[in-house]
């Protein structure tokens, strides 16, 4: 479920960037329009909820490493001698 919200949150980025880009060409510069300000300020809201889930996802475990070349962590300590 986390992951599915994190995919959501980045393609919500990508149209917000999308556009931000059209309304750049389409107002051209008319200080009338505010809608490239509003467009920056939803992509940044959403930037910040997507650092929020990541970092919610790795303090909570639901987001780990699961990486081929990473075995897990390694057990080094050594067991005692016995006398």
């Not at 986390?2 to 556009?19: D, F, P, Q």
Request: glycine share 10%; charged share 15%.
């Amino acid at each position: 479920m986390l992951k599915i919200l994190i995919v959501l949150l980045m393609i919500a980025l990508v149209a917000s960037l999308a556009s931000g880009l059209v309304f750049l060409m389409s107002d051209q510069g008319d200080p009338d329009k505010k809608r490239l300000f509003t467009s920056l300020g939803v992509r940044l809201g959403l930037g910040a909820c997507l650092i929020l889930v990541i970092l919610y996802g790795a303090m909570t475990g639901q987001l780990g490493q699961q990486n081929p070349w990473d075995q897990g962590p390694s057990n080094t300590e050594q067991a005692a001698p016995q006398d």
